[in-house]
């Protein structure tokens, strides 16, 4: 074959792959038609355990309350670096690669976070001693158990594929909450140049290990003052590794009114960036713990998102192994009623919604 022929197939195969058989680029457009008709509701664990339930399978909390699934269901790898067969909250990875297999199957959407123990220190997630970033990155002594770590999350996604051999899309969204002190890739821990290449560097190795669906998330936590856009971008590591422009923001007490300006402080800068960077925004994890407020979903969390063109909002886990984290509702919660409302109404997406055309 002479030269000229053979670079024409390779660019037409190339071609090929971006457009027509690339998951993450589906998943992409996917999100970003999503983004135009209203938000998408994602639960953290949700169809694994809930406060009162675990490993049950079938089950799913929001599905309980308000008959449909939430639109993205989240996950935790956490302890997938360790070789370990459950992750840090016990859920067997066997069980969470089916889980989201099924989510698939059925339409929905996937994203992955990942509280990966400590590396220096052998302690875990929140342990943020012993240099660990630094040591990781290229030239350190933990260089080789980062590059061992990755090959076990590229093991894991490639494991992502439908029945007919299809690789699942994922929405994956590591080293998340890095301006805050209470990881080991944090401000506490590493310099937001050296944070900047250790997203870089997963990105470069998961790329080459996996097959071009993964859709990549920077979340940092609230940010601390007024210059919100600056303190956003201060460990972004550009916008060739990133998709996804994400913040999460908790609400600690029953002051609704704060937590409100907190979300709109944050979704007003992200909004914009993501029209500028053209990249998909989302509020990548919220919530209230065990949601004392009633009336909380329709009343305080609707009202804080609905004016934002964010593509999901994700509460976390109604945790089974901790009573004083639940995020969500489930029926014999007193939150039950009040979900529905925040269900039913036009703006919020779960899963039945996003099979519409
Ligand atoms: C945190 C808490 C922990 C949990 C971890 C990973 O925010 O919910 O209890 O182990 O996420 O799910």
């Not at 067969?85 to 067997?92: A, R, T």
């Not at 506490?188 to 870089?200: F, V």
């Not at 976390?316 to 039913?344: M, S, V």
Request: glycine letters at 8%; one cysteine or more.
């Amino acid at each position: 074959m002479n030269r000229y022929i053979l670079s024409l197939l390779l660019s037409a195969i190339a071609t090929c792959g971006i457009t027509a058989a690339n998951p993450a680029k589906a998943l992409l457009k996917k999100l970003a038609e999503t983004q135009k008709r209203g938000i998408m509701v994602a639960h953290q664990d949700a169809t694994v355990y809930g406060t009162t339930w675990k490993w049950d399978t079938g089950r799913c909390d929001v599905k309980e309350v308000c008959g449909d699934y939430p639109a993205i269901i989240g996950f935790d790898l956490g302890k997938l670096e360790l070789g370990e067969d459950k992750n840090l909250d016990g859920v067997p990875f066997s069980r969470m690669r089916q889980e989201i297999i099924s989510h698939h199957q059925r339409g929905g959407i996937i994203t992955l976070s990942w509280h990966a123990f400590n590396p220096a220190t052998g302690g875990n997630t929140w342990d943020i001693n012993g240099n660990a970033v630094t040591k990781m990155l290229p030239g350190g002594e933990l260089n080789a158990t980062l590059d061992k770590w990755l090959g076990r999350v590229a093991g894991f996604i490639n494991s992502l594929t439908t029945p007919d051999g299809k690789h699942i899309p994922v929405i994956f969204r590591p080293w998340h909450e890095m301006n805050g002190g209470w990881f080991w890739w944090g401000s506490k821990s590493c310099e937001p140049q050296q944070y900047a290449k250790l997203y870089q560097y997963t990105h470069g190795k998961l790329t080459a290990m996996t097959h071009e669906n993964i859709v990549w998330a920077y979340s940092p936590n609230l940010t601390d003052g007024d210059e919100t856009e600056r303190n956003f971008m201060k460990y972004y590591p550009g916008d060739k590794y990133v998709d996804l422009l994400g913040v999460d923001v908790y609400q600690f007490s029953s002051d609704n009114a704060t937590y409100q300006a907190n979300v709109k402080k944050e979704l007003d800068v992200i909004v914009k960036l993501g029209r500028e960077h053209k990249k998909i925004t989302a509020l990548t994890e919220t919530g209230y713990r065990n949601v004392p407020d009633s009336k909380w979903f329709s009343t305080c969390l609707l009202p804080a998102i609905e004016q934002y063109p964010i593509s999901y909002v994700l509460l976390w886990r109604n945790a089974w192994d901790n009573p004083e984290e639940n995020y969500i509702a489930a029926p014999e919660k007193k939150t039950a009623d009040d979900f529905r409302l925040f269900h039913d109404n036009d703006k919020t997406l779960f899963l039945k919604d996003i099979l519409k055309d």
